[in-house]
């Protein structure tokens, strides 16, 4: 079973910059990419950004490009979502998933795997 814990999250003013982290631990062979998704209450989880397995290929959802970017580092099996220039917007709970079905996953039936999540505030 694959586990995945978040941390980062956190309060922050808008304008500011947070730093999520995702550490994956007991990764199957076939987990091919992980992912960030965000979800605010009464709405579906978004996906925010996308690192295929070999760090190769990335996504980024046309809300965070130019503010956030995904790396990974394989030797921490750790991924990471730098995220900056936060707007009140980016407020939301902040899940990382792991496992893509399709690429890129923008649906949360794409991902098999899921964290618990850490909340991000930005406040105006």
């Known amino acids: 079973q694959v586990q995945l814990v978040e941390s980062g999250g956190g309060s922050v003013q808008a304008g500011g910059s947070l730093r999520l982290s995702c550490a994956v631990s007991r990764t199957p062979i076939e987990i091919y990419c992980r992912a960030w998704f965000r979800q605010i209450p009464g709405k579906e989880r978004e996906g925010v950004a996308v690192?295929?397995?070999?760090?190769?290929?990335?996504y980024l959802a046309d809300s965070v490009k130019g503010r956030f970017a995904i790396s990974q580092d394989s030797a921490r099996n750790t991924v990471y979502l730098q995220m900056n220039s936060l707007k009140p917007e980016d407020t939301a709970m902040y899940y990382c998933a792991a496992g893509c079905n399709r690429w890129p996953p923008l649906t949360e039936a794409d991902l098999r795997y899921w964290g618990q999540g850490t909340q991000v505030t930005v406040s105006s």
């Open positions: 690192i295929s397995g070999d760090g190769l290929r990335t």
